[in-house]
């Protein structure tokens, strides 16, 4: 194959054919450097959550929850948490399905709260709904404005003193990898194509009679293919 290339080589050298197989080569490398590219931006600009998500979770006690001052600025913020009892508030997360004029169509609920005690503490988790315990996985959150009119409120209303137990956050323990796994269900299968393109990319370079042109102009008819003829010079010639 690579000697009848050769010969293929020297006919085509300089040729329309020969520059078109270089240009298809050229694009098919430049198009898995631009997707690769696209993925180790995107890769850059979730940098934190991915670091979270395959180094998380990262356990936390009541003292180092209560150290966070800003929850967006915590770099591990895929925290695991161990309370010694927990309760649920009876206040559920629902999630509204509107029509094109803005009315409910549909209501469902995706999530409740419970109450985490922490020893002295108190940590309000947003849950699945058949997630109930005293351990949970997620991350730390500032507390929503509705979460603290529902739930914190009633409480010191019936207990003030329990305002400075309560942390101003919320532990989000719906399912923190969740889009993690669905962008590795993107994201492999662009992996394995990337590097499928890239090798054919290669293969045409290396067995040029494997590209496609030739493999099409093939069918026309059988590719010539020059044979050098030695030169016998005449006796007593230099």
């Known amino acids: 194959m690579d000697s009848d290339w050769g010969l293929i080589g020297v006919q085509l050298q300089g040729t329309y054919v020969e520059r078109q197989m270089k240009r298809t080569n050229r694009n098919l490398l430049l198009f898995c450097i631009v997707l690769l590219l696209l993925l180790a931006g995107f890769a850059y600009m979730e940098r934190e959550y991915l670091y979270n998500f395959f180094m998380g979770p990262f356990p936390m006690d009541a003292n180092g929850i209560g150290a966070v001052t800003d929850p967006d600025g915590l770099q591990h913020n895929f925290i695991s948490v161990n309370g010694e009892d927990s309760f649920d508030t009876g206040v559920q997360r629902v999630k509204q399905k509107l029509s094109q004029s803005g009315e409910v169509k549909s209501e469902?609920?995706?999530?409740?709260?419970?109450?985490?005690?922490?020893?002295?503490?108190?940590?309000?988790?947003?849950?699945?709904?058949?997630?109930?315990?005293?351990?949970?996985?997620?991350?730390?959150?500032?507390?929503?404005?509705?979460?603290?009119?529902?739930?914190?409120?009633?409480?010191?209303?019936?207990?003030?003193?329990?305002?400075?137990?309560?942390?101003?956050?919320?532990?989000?323990?719906?399912?923190?990898?969740?889009?993690?796994?669905?962008?590795?269900?993107?994201?492999?299968?662009?992996?394995?194509?990337?590097?499928?393109?890239?090798?054919?990319?290669?293969?045409?370079?290396?067995?040029?009679?494997?590209?496609?042109?030739?493999?099409?102009?093939?069918?026309?008819?059988?590719?010539?293919?020059?044979?050098?003829?030695?030169?016998?010079?005449?006796?007593?010639?230099?």
């Open 108 to 238: 469902s609920v995706v999530g409740e709260y419970s109450i985490l005690v922490l020893g002295k503490h108190l940590l309000i988790v947003e849950r699945g709904l058949n997630d109930k315990g005293k351990h949970y996985e997620g991350k730390l959150e500032a507390l929503p404005d509705d979460v603290r009119a529902q739930i914190v409120i009633p409480l010191l209303s019936n207990y003030p003193e329990a305002e400075q137990a309560i942390f101003p956050l919320l532990l989000n323990a719906t399912g923190f990898r969740k889009d993690g796994y669905f962008g590795l269900a993107v994201a492999i299968p662009i992996v394995l194509f990337i590097v499928w393109l890239f090798t054919r990319a290669i293969k045409r370079q290396n067995q040029p009679l494997l590209h496609p042109i030739l493999s099409t102009l093939s069918q026309y008819g059988p590719i010539p293919i020059a044979r050098a003829k030695s030169i016998r010079k005449p006796a007593g010639k230099s």
